[in-house]
């Protein structure tokens, strides 16, 4: 399959990022503390088929739990355009907030709910 390229930025644009991926047409709702609160829809892509074009400076990083996935926001405007961790073999990966995302409409995609909140 073919991919595209993909851009994305938190709000006041100082973090700005790329993807490579086939055609966004769905995302992942996930029902955990943080992304219920923060109102994610994820997309995943090989940590390879991401680049950080700007902005790692004022990214910050959370962790809490198990620590096992890198949480990152903008410490200027507080978006959280993507986050890091691994794939249960082990592939690092990046979780993609695909509301941060040019040209991608949220209410035309597929959602999957997750139930994050019982792990």
Known sequence: MSTQK??????CGSVK??????????AMSCNCSICSRRGHLLAFVPE???????GGEHLKDYQFAKKRIHHYFCTNCGVAPFGA????DGTPM???NVRCLEGVDPLKLEIQHYDGRSL
């Open 6 to 11: 993909y851009s994305g930025s938190c709000h």
């Open 17 to 26: 990022y790329e993807i490579q991926s086939e055609e966004i047409r769905g």
């Open 48 to 54: 390879a088929q991401f680049k950080l074009l700007s």
């Open 85 to 88: 961790a691994q794939m249960p």
């Open 94 to 96: 990046r979780s993609i």
